[in-house]
């Protein structure tokens, strides 16, 4: 059964103190004066209260310390606060530490996905069935696996393949909210990104790492030649497009969501490098040439590439950013916040 056109009033955004969720965050309290947003998150190492810096004293923002895998937490935040929209970010989302470290993925994308699941089927489809109400899930493009230089881009009907421990634990959690829809009528919908950039994006991802390395004069790490090939989308965009899916998708329905911008990471470096050529020059020579080849991440997926002509066909979203004026508006913002390049342990 398909859903009408949703409004949210009431929002809780889980991960709101991370990357994208933090922009969301903003973007959310910017573009709607009615909404009031409570932003859950645990602040482990990829979170950090800072980046909310723009809400945290506005009257219609609250920030809650607390783990999405804690039950009576959530369903206590959905029950007081009239929760009408869950907007689910929160995730463990680096795939080399889910290479090292996999049981922190499980728990908080799986078991904790269940737990947000649950407690807001038990708070909207309980004793009092609420129809003014949408799930949505935040997942990935990395859970449809790696395509060849040559393959068509993902899109919706997709078959899912994830090869590392992270994408393994997004594809999991996006099954449960699937199921939670087929199986118990909750109203959901479902976004898969490609890569975002952007500003307040943890220093330990690649762009961001790119800018320190440089600017600290330090080698610039490349995993092997730097063949490998992603979709760029620049965080502004994505929020933009959550909150059409949100407003106006169908329920039950599943948005892919990209930036039209394929780039190799090598050329993104280079391009990152040119950049800062001429905002903050060297003494000598250019910051390419700290450019230093590392041993490849075990099971790394070649290309990933969106196909979002759905989501625009549907809901007239597209991204507003090349990737051009994207990257100089990423590097710009660390160049002016360069205490966020900082925190990468």
Known sequence: MKAASHTPRSVLVTGGAGFIGANFVEHLIESD???RVTTLDALTYAGSIDNLSKVVGDPRHDFVRGDITDALLVGSLISDRSIDTIVHFAAESHVDRSITGPAAFITTNVVG????????R????????RADVRFHHVSTDEVFGSLTENDPPFCET????????????KAGSDHLVRAYHHTYGLPVTVTNCSNNYGPYQHAEKFIPT???SALAEKPIPIYGAGLNIRDWLYVADHCKAIDMVVRQGENGETYLVGGRSERRN???ANHICRILDKSVPRSEGSYADLLTSVTDRLGHDFRYAIDSSFTGSSLGWKPEETFESGIQRTVD?????AAHLARHD
């Open 266 to 268: 090598i050329d993104i």
């Open 158 to 169: 997709t078959p899912y393949a994830p090869n590392s421990p992270y994408s393994a634990s």
């Open 122 to 129: 038990n708070a909207w489809l309980g004793t009092r069935k």
């Open 210 to 212: 790119v800018i320190r």
């Open 333 to 337: 913002w660390y160049l002016a916040n």
């Open 33 to 35: 004066p009615n909404v």
């Open 113 to 120: 996905t269940f737990t947000l699941l649950e407690a807001a």
